[in-house]
């Protein structure tokens, strides 16, 4: 979804690499997560928080697997997906990879709800009742629990998913999760609109919170608040002074995505 999943517009600035983009490059995969650690951990004690508390997401779309096996091998155990019928076709080469949690981030067409289920431990992406239906259902005859967040469109832009703020849809969602027996709401995820600063992605960061805040003041029966999870490779130190729970990097830790 991020640098790590979702497109942006190409900028002028991207046809030279930065420095540090440059020096990434040559670093190996190890290398990239050890750094992306020390940097969560400095944002978590800007903000008095516990580094230990905050999960890194391996965003791998695009990636092979080998690449992923690297992250593996360095400990990595949280890895994001954008496209169902990619992952499907990574997926054997990675079975035997133990102690991983695959999350779909990327927008789930309901005609591909099923095969999502079946390869996703959780589904990132939910921005509708019909959706949390389609999967409660499918979950349910598979005799499975599939955990999932709720995204906040929270810059309204037409072109992303996500559902809106304050919408009769949320509050939809929100109601209707006694009625869903076989999914796990943990929370909420957000994909802000892009800046180059990210201090520009604070704003949205913290409307996230306080929309997470508003909703677990409510006491809502099946809607867990546990996870927020927002920031990816350019701002994710933004989103950790904000609050986020999760962050997820693609970039920073696999290098630039070849050109598609």
């Known amino acids: 979804m991020c640098g790590d999943g979702r497109p942006r517009p190409s900028k002028p600035s991207e046809t030279r690499p ?3 983009r440059c020096k990434r ?43 992923i096996r690297e992250a593996y091998a360095a400990g990595l155990r949280v890895f994001g997906e954008n496209r169902v019928q990619e992952f499907a076709a990574k997926a054997p080469a990675l079975s035997e990879l133990r102690d991983t949690e695959w999350r779909l981030i990327g927008h789930l067409q309901t005609n591909k709800a099923a095969k999502a289920a079946e390869l996703f431990d959780a589904v990132d992406s939910v921005d509708s009742v019909r959706m949390a239906e389609k999967l409660n259902a499918i979950a349910e005859s598979g005799g499975k629990i599939l955990s999932v967040l709720i995204e906040i469109n929270v810059g309204g832009e037409k072109a992303k998913s996500g559902v809106a703020p304050g919408s009769d849809e949320l509050e939809k969602i929100l109601q209707g999760a006694p009625g869903w027996g076989n999914l796990k709401i943990q929370g909420l995820m957000a994909v802000p609109p892009y ?40 701002d994710f130190e933004v989103a950790i002074e904000e609050g986020a729970t999760c ?14």
Do not use: W
């Not at 604070?202 to 003041?217: E, N, P, T, V």
């Open 18 to 20: 930065s420095p540090r």
């Open 25 to 67: 490059l040559r670093m190996s995969i190890a290398e990239n997560i050890a750094q992306v650690r020390e940097r969560m951990a400095a944002a978590a004690l800007r903000a008095g928080r516990n580094p230990d508390e905050i999960t890194l997401m391996g965003v791998s779309k695009t990636f092979p697997a080998e690449r």
């Open 195 to 234: 800046t180059e600063d990210p201090e520009g992605s604070r704003s949205y960061f913290r409307k996230l919170r306080q929309i997470r805040d508003s909703i677990a003041a409510r006491a809502l029966a099946q809607i867990g608040t546990a996870v927020l999870s927002m920031g990816m490779s350019h």
């Open 247 to 260: 962050v997820r990097v693609g970039t920073a830790i696999f290098g630039v995505r070849a050109k598609t």
